[in-house]
């Protein structure tokens, strides 16, 4: 074996990276679904931007909270989020991705209804031990209510 120890460091501190990054995608569709607009605002960085085209637009974890609450506190949770596909270039510290997401709800007799389907493209940042998006940018790829003028 001609791996060093600093090698197989190195590579497990990576994977251990690219999976705290996979959580963190999955932790925004579940906190999102539950209504935790609070958990949700945390999973950005102290400057971190949300972008959702017409939904609205806020940096920071505390307007980040309230934009999400403001769009969708009534909602009580009865959506579900499916992310997949993660496309992640991580360099060091930072990183960029785009990730596939589709949201699913409940149609008029129960059946579930794909009701949204679209992409997000990101950069995050290690911030406080743990990775957080710096820029989230939300695109709808089927038309919904919300890609209407």
């Not at 074996?1 to 460091?9: A, Q, S």
């Not at 709800?105 to 031990?129: C, F, N, S, V, W």
């Amino acid at each position: 074996m001609t791996e060093t120890l600093t090698d197989l460091n190195k590579r497990l501190a990576r994977l251990e990276d690219l999976e705290a990054i996979r959580q963190l995608f999955i932790d925004y569709g579940h906190h999102l679904d539950h209504c935790d607009f609070d958990s949700y605002g945390r999973l950005f960085a102290a400057d971190g931007e949300l972008l959702l085209g017409p939904m609205g637009r806020a940096r920071g974890p505390a307007a980040i909270t309230e934009l999400m609450r403001a769009r969708l506190g009534g909602s009580q949770g009865n959506s579900y989020h499916l992310i997949a596909n993660p496309i992640i270039d991580l360099q060091g510290d930072r990183a960029t991705s785009v990730v596939t997401w589709a949201a699913i709800t409940r149609g008029p007799k129960g059946e579930p209804a794909l009701t949204l389907y679209g992409y997000h493209k990101d950069q995050l940042i290690r911030e406080g031990g743990g990775w957080k998006f710096l820029r989230r940018e939300g695109h709808i790829a089927l038309p919904s209510k919300f890609t209407q003028p």
